[in-house]
């Protein structure tokens, strides 16, 4: 059974930085996307980024480009968002999300598999 687990939340000044990890386990198809959605209080969930399986293609939200980068290590199966120059608006959980295609998309209703989630809160 697919599952993804996401870590690395927890609150930091404007500014600053962080590492969100989703650690994938069980069976995946070779070709693939892990995406990256967060959702604020009161708000919709939104896409932020994404990564495929093979060629590290990647995609970004106009929000968060420049600032965040995607990565994934497969000899470890995760797949990690670092976020930098945070801002309070960057605050709300964060999912990780799966896909059985290789290319990206920010549209939820073609991720299968969530995550739990993990906050991140930027405030000083």
């Known amino acids: 059974q697919l599952q993804l687990v996401e870590s690395g939340g927890g609150l930091v000044q404007p500014g600053g930085s962080l590492r969100l990890s989703c650690e994938v386990s069980?069976?995946?198809?070779?070709?693939?996307?892990i995406a990256w959605f967060r959702q604020a209080p009161g708000k919709e969930r939104e896409g932020v980024s994404c990564?495929?399986?093979?060629?590290?293609?990647?995609l970004y939200s106009d929000s968060v480009k420049g600032r965040f980068t995607v990565s994934r290590d497969d000899a470890t199966r995760t797949v990690y968002l670092h976020l930098d120059s945070l801002k309070p608006e960057d605050t709300g959980v964060y999912y990780c999300?799966?896909?059985?295609?290789?290319?990206?998309?920010?549209?939820?209703?073609?991720?299968?598999?969530w995550g739990q989630g993990t906050q991140v809160t930027v405030s000083s």
């Open positions: 999300a799966y896909k059985t295609t290789a290319r990206c998309t920010m549209a939820r209703h073609y991720y299968a598999t």
């Open positions: 990564i495929v399986s093979t060629g590290g293609s990647t």
């Open positions: 069980g069976f995946t198809l070779d070709y693939h996307a």
